[in-house]
């Protein structure tokens, strides 16, 4: 296999579920963004910069749980401080299709 990593590395990456509580119009960030508030559970709440304006809208996004990496150091986007990142992948377009569980679950549960 190529690129195998253990799983010790694996888990090094602190992958949670949360639910999107706020989302918000992003104009500042230089490519179109929204700002999210993601309820982490035993985290709290954290703040994320997402591109995803050309398949989500903000409305659709309140409630939504989504799978974030939360142990990545803050980042300055513009004037906002993002504290995870909301995972997703590249669609035909180059869009970006949330990671989302299948069913709901307790926020801040690790994906294992």
């Known amino acids: 296999m190529e690129n195998t990593i253990t799983w010790q590395q694996?888990?090094?990456?602190d992958l949670r579920v949360g639910t999107i509580v706020q989302a918000?119009?992003?104009?500042?960030?230089?490519?179109?963004?929204?700002?999210l508030w993601i309820d982490l559970g035993e985290l709290g709440i954290k703040k994320s910069s997402a591109q995803?304006?050309?398949?989500?809208t903000?409305?659709?996004l309140l409630g939504q749980q989504v799978i974030c990496v939360t142990n990545f150091p803050p980042k300055q986007v513009g004037p906002l401080m993002s504290?995870?990142?909301?995972?997703?992948?590249?669609?035909?377009?180059g869009n970006?299709?949330?990671?989302?569980p299948q069913?709901?679950?307790?926020?801040g549960k690790r994906l294992i």
């Open 58 to 60: 903000v409305e659709s």
């Open 83 to 93: 504290e995870v990142l909301v995972t997703g992948f590249e669609d035909e377009d």
């Open 10 to 13: 694996f888990t090094a990456v």
């Open 103 to 107: 069913a709901k679950v307790p926020n």
């Open 24 to 35: 918000e119009p992003f104009p500042e960030a230089r490519k179109p963004a929204y700002k």
């Open 52 to 56: 995803i304006t050309k398949r989500y």
């Open 96 to 100: 970006i299709v949330l990671s989302q």
